[in-house]
Nanobody, 123 residues
Framework: QVQLVESGGGLVQAGGSLRLSCAAS????????MGWFRQAPGKEREFVAA????????GYADSVKGRFTISRDNGKNTVYLQMNSLKPEDTAVYYC????????????????WGQGTQVTVSS
């Protein structure tokens, strides 16, 4: 099974940008569709973005569409989430996840998870 480690979280002012990274090890990264999810205190984990194993297919939550961009570099076994125009409501722990078949918006369909990275957006 693939192992995932997120990085790049931090504190940023509203309107700012962050880029999250998720490094994979273990089984062949390029076979996996990848997703980003987030969980704010007291809320359920929610879908943010996902990308197919080729990188040609992507999907976004309506709340982040036009502000966030998911990408991957299979040569580096890494998936990224570029977050621009951040808002206080984007504050959450962000998790990356891997799935051996196509990407999906449903967290329960992913096979492996990272430990998460905190993103805090101040107003």
């Amino acid at each position: 099974q693939v192992q995932l480690v997120e990085s790049g979280g931090g504190l940023v002012q509203a309107g700012g940008s962050l880029r999250l990274s998720c490094a994979a090890s273990g089984r062949t990264f390029s076979r996996y569709a990848m997703g980003w999810f987030r969980q704010a205190p007291g809320k359920e984990r929610e879908f943010v973005a996902a990308i197919s194993w080729t990188g040609r297919g992507t999907g976004y939550a309506d709340s982040v569409k036009g502000r966030f961009t998911i990408s991957r570099d299979n040569g580096k076994n890494t998936v990224y989430l570029q977050m621009n125009s951040l808002k206080p409501e984007d504050t959450a722990v962000y998790y990356c996840a891997a799935r051996e078949t196509g990407w999906t918006r449903y967290s329960y369909e992913y096979d492996a998870w990272g430990q998460g990275t905190q993103v805090t957006v101040s107003s």
